[in-house]
C-alpha cells in the first residue's frame, strides 16, 4: 500500500481500494470460471489461431495470423514488465504451449512453468470481455480506415455558381 502524507488522500485511495476489492468480490461470486494466467491463456489463443489459420487461405489467412499474433503481447509485456528478455523466452513460451499445455511466465524466476504449479488464474469473463473490447476497438480502426481509403482525395467538388458574387 501506498502512504501519503495527506490524511485525506490516504481515504480516498483506501475507500477506492475496498471498492475494487468489493468489485472484485462480486464477480468471482457470480461466475468462478477462471482459466490459467501468466499469459498461458493467451499463447493457447495465439497457438491454436494460428492452426486454424493454416485451414484458410488468402487475405483471411493473413489476417487470422495477425489477429493470432496479437494475444502475444500480454505475455510479451509481462516479460518486458519484469525485465526478462522477451524474444528468448516468447519463443520458449511458444514451444511450451504446444498441445495442451498450459505454460506461463514465472516473472520472479525468470523461467516457463506451468501456470497451475505457479497458481495464477485470470477470471474467464474478465478476460472474454477485454479480448471482445480489444477485438471491436481493432475493427473500428479498420472500418474508418477503408472510409478513408474509399472516400476520393481532394475534399468536395466546387459548386458551380456562376455570377454569386455579381452586384446585378
Known sequence: ??????????????????????????????????????????????????SYANTVHGLEQYSINKYAKSFE?????????????????????????????????????GEITDSSKLVIYDHLRTKIMAINLATDAALTVLRVDQIIV??????????DNKGWDNDE
Open 1 to 50: 500500500f501506498f502512504f501519503f502524507n495527506d490524511t485525506a488522500t490516504t481515504e480516498i485511495y483506501t475507500e477506492q481500494i475496498v471498492g475494487s476489492v468489493r468489485c472484485v468480490q462480486e464477480t468471482v461470486i457470480k461466475d468462478a470460471n477462471f482459466v490459467p494466467g501468466a499469459g498461458a491463456s493467451e499463447m493457447a489463443l495465439s497457438t491454436r489461431l494460428e
Open 73 to 109: 503481447i500480454i505475455p510479451r509485456i509481462l516479460i518486458e514488465n519484469a525485465g526478462l528478455n522477451a524474444n528468448t523466452l516468447l519463443s520458449t513460451l511458444y514451444s511450451a504451449n504446444q498441445g495442451d499445455k498450459t505454460a506461463g511466465i514465472d516473472v520472479e524466476s
Open 150 to 159: 474509399a472516400k476520393p482525395a481532394g475534399g468536395p467538388k466546387p459548386r
